[in-house]
């Protein structure tokens, strides 16, 4: 089994930034891509971010690309996503996922994809 557990979320005004961590423990992480999804009130979850295990492939929603990075260190057996430039629209529950065993020829982008999830981490942007 793998537990995540998300920090970093908070509130922030518009045009600011916040770094979020997700932690990982149990099996081993290296071999996992993992993603980022979040989901605002009233809306359905959407696809934010994914990373391979390799840390060299990463792919985003049009809606972050160009403000979100995405960015792991197996080491710690962390990934993060650092929002830049945010936007009241970006307010929403931040959640990290791993995908076991993925496949270095597909980006994962669908929640069902995944098979293990953190409890989410709140992330409020400010007009």
């Known amino acids: 089994q793998v537990q995540l557990v998300e920090s970093g979320g908070g509130l922030v005004q518009a045009g600011g930034s916040l770094r979020l961590s997700c932690a990982a423990s149990?099996?081993?992480?290296?071999?996992?891509?993992m993603g980022w999804f979040r989901q605002a009130p009233g809306k359905e979850r959407e696809f934010v971010a994914t990373?391979?295990?390799?840390?060299?492939?990463?792919n985003y929603a049009d809606s972050v690309q160009g403000r979100f990075t995405i960015s792991r260190d197996n080491a710690k057996n962390t990934v993060y996503l650092q929002m830049n430039s945010l936007k009241p629209e970006d307010t929403a529950v931040y959640t990290c996922?791993?995908?076991?065993?993925?496949?270095?020829?597909?980006?994962?982008?669908?929640?069902?994809?995944?098979?293990?999830w953190g409890q989410g981490t709140q992330v409020t942007v400010s007009s």
């Open positions: 149990g099996r081993t992480f290296s071999r996992y891509a």
């Open positions: 990373i391979h295990w390799g840390g060299s492939s990463t």
């Open positions: 996922a791993a995908k076991f065993t993925a496949s270095s020829y597909v980006v994962y982008r669908e929640a069902h994809e995944y098979d293990y």
